[in-house]
């Protein structure tokens, strides 16, 4: 059975991302003027990545978009998958 996909269409929020996708531990980011769709692995629950989106979605000014990618890159939790 294939893990629900959740779409966020972020483009009006951020100035750095157009759209992101998370399906099961995978996530799609689509960063602003391009049109390539990037591949990261997620790597603890992805429930608490989906908190985070959707509490930015609710209120942009809750977290910082940028800073929690990085973060993430850093910690090891977002892992690009090499392409």
């Given at each position: 059975?294939?893990?629900?996909?959740?779409?966020?269409?972020?483009?009006?929020?951020?100035?750095?991302?157009?759209?992101?996708?998370v399906q099961g531990s995978?996530?799609?980011?689509?960063?602003?003027?391009?049109?390539?769709?990037?591949?990261?692995?997620?790597?603890?629950?992805?429930?608490?990545?989906l908190a985070k989106l959707?509490?930015?979605?609710?209120?942009?000014?809750?977290?910082?978009?940028?800073?929690?990618?990085?973060?993430?890159?850093?910690?090891?939790d977002l892992v690009q998958?090499?392409?």
């Amino acid at each position: 059975m294939a893990s629900k996909k959740y779409t966020y269409e972020i483009d009006a929020l951020s100035a750095a991302i157009d759209k992101i996708v998370v399906q099961g531990s995978k996530v799609f980011i689509n960063f602003s003027g391009n049109e390539k769709s990037y591949e990261y692995q997620w790597k603890p629950a992805n429930k608490t990545l989906l908190a985070k989106l959707e509490g930015f979605v609710e209120d942009p000014t809750s977290l910082s978009l940028g800073r929690f990618y990085n973060d993430s890159l850093r910690s090891g939790d977002l892992v690009q998958i090499n392409q």
